[in-house]
């Protein structure tokens, strides 16, 4: 099978992956391995690209199954870091434009005693998980997302308290910056959003026209999180600690940025 099916990178980023991470450092300083470099990336990114059971990638990959925990923990912080420059660029160069902005779910299961008193249950998915907001290019490209929020909270204030609010501050529409383009979850925001009915009056031709045309520039947000659900571990269910779904986010962030924005465009 080609590394593009297993991983969803093309063979040379993940060969640039292992360069990078070679040049950090890392191998130097852990000589005792039971994989080599390449392997061990590879361990990594099947993990987040396919959300494989960490028993079976020990059988896959010929080693015990605490390598293969080890080698996840380890290694997903740091891809997270040699990733970040490439991602601050790409929100550098992205955002001097209009994006667009959407949430997702992203499934934890309910078999955690607080699961659903502390707010992860999402009445509107009938699932339990984490909110994830996203931010995408006119092109339908991942640029940022947000701190992973509880599935119980509504988009508005998830964009509010995931940062993302923070990072746009004096760029929004309202501000008379590019801003963005978003559903009407977002109201007051200040993303530009549909206008909603008032009342039983229905809207006027001008308002659906409206409408139709921020719907069809919504569509890339959602192309970009289709994208992003093929690290299936953000969509058939994370298994590991929910403290340590944040630095999982952060690295499938950075990996999806780095997939898209090292091919031609």
Same mark, same amino acid.
């Given at each position: 099978?080609?590394?593009?099916?297993?991983? =969803?990178?093309?063979? &040379?980023?993940? &060969?640039?992956? /292992?360069?990078?991470?070679?040049?950090?450092?890392?191998?130097?300083?852990?000589?005792?391995?039971?994989? &080599?470099?390449?392997? !061990?990336?590879?361990? /990594?990114?099947?993990?987040?690209?396919?959300?494989?059971?960490?028993?079976?990638?020990?059988?896959?990959?010929? $080693?015990?199954?605490?390598?293969?925990?080890?080698?996840?923990?380890?290694?997903?912080?740091?891809?997270? +870091? #040699?990733?970040?420059?490439? %991602?601050?660029? /790409?929100?550098?160069?992205?955002?001097? !434009?209009?994006?667009? /902005?959407?949430?997702?779910?992203?499934?934890?299961?309910?078999?955690?005693?607080?699961?659903?008193?502390? *707010?992860?249950?999402?009445?509107?998915?009938?699932? $339990?998980?984490?909110?994830?907001? #996203?931010?995408?290019?006119?092109?339908?490209?991942?640029?940022?997302?947000? +701190?992973?929020?509880?599935?119980?909270?509504?988009?508005?204030?998830?964009?509010?308290?995931?940062?993302?609010? %923070?990072?746009?501050?004096?760029?929004?529409?309202? +501000? *008379? =910056?590019? *801003?963005?383009?978003? +559903?009407?979850?977002?109201?007051?925001? *200040?993303?530009?959003?549909?206008?909603?009915?008032?009342?039983?009056?229905?809207? =006027?031709?001008?308002?659906?026209?409206?409408?139709?045309?921020?719907?069809?520039?919504?569509? $890339?947000?959602?192309? $970009?999180?289709?994208?992003?659900?093929?690290?299936?571990?953000? %969509?058939?269910?994370?298994?590991?600690?929910?403290?340590?779904?944040?630095?999982?986010?952060? @690295?499938?962030?950075?990996?999806?940025?780095?997939?898209?924005?090292?091919? @031609? !465009?």
């Amino acid at each position: 099978m080609r590394v593009e099916n297993m991983t =969803g990178l093309a063979s &040379d980023q993940v &060969d640039h992956l /292992v360069e990078q991470l070679t040049d950090g450092g890392v191998w130097r300083a852990h000589r005792h391995r039971a994989l &080599d470099p390449h392997r !061990s990336v590879l361990v /990594v990114l099947l993990y987040l690209r396919h959300n494989l059971p960490q028993r079976l990638l020990a059988e896959l990959f010929g $080693c015990s199954q605490p390598t293969i925990s080890r080698l996840i923990t380890m290694l997903i912080p740091i891809l997270t +870091d #040699v990733l970040s420059p490439l %991602a601050e660029r /790409v929100a550098e160069r992205e955002l001097r !434009s209009t994006v667009r /902005v959407d949430g997702f779910l992203a499934p934890i299961g309910d078999r955690r005693a607080n699961t659903y008193t502390s *707010g992860m249950y999402s009445g509107k998915r009938h699932r $339990c998980g984490f909110n994830i907001q #996203v931010v995408a290019s006119w092109r339908g490209r991942l640029i940022m997302t947000g +701190d992973p929020m509880p599935g119980a909270m509504h988009d508005a204030r998830a964009w509010r308290e995931s940062g993302l609010a %923070a990072r746009f501050a004096g760029r929004l529409h309202a +501000d *008379g =910056g590019p *801003g963005g383009f978003a +559903d009407t979850a977002y109201t007051g925001t *200040g993303l530009l959003v549909p206008e909603r009915r008032t009342g039983q009056d229905l809207l =006027g031709v001008h308002a659906r026209e409206f409408n139709k045309l921020i719907a069809s520039q919504r569509a $890339c947000v959602e192309r $970009c999180i289709a994208h992003l659900k093929n690290w299936r571990i953000l %969509a058939t269910g994370y298994r590991r600690l929910t403290a340590n779904f944040a630095a999982t986010l952060a @690295a499938i962030t950075n990996l999806e940025i780095y997939r898209t924005s090292t091919f @031609a !465009s």
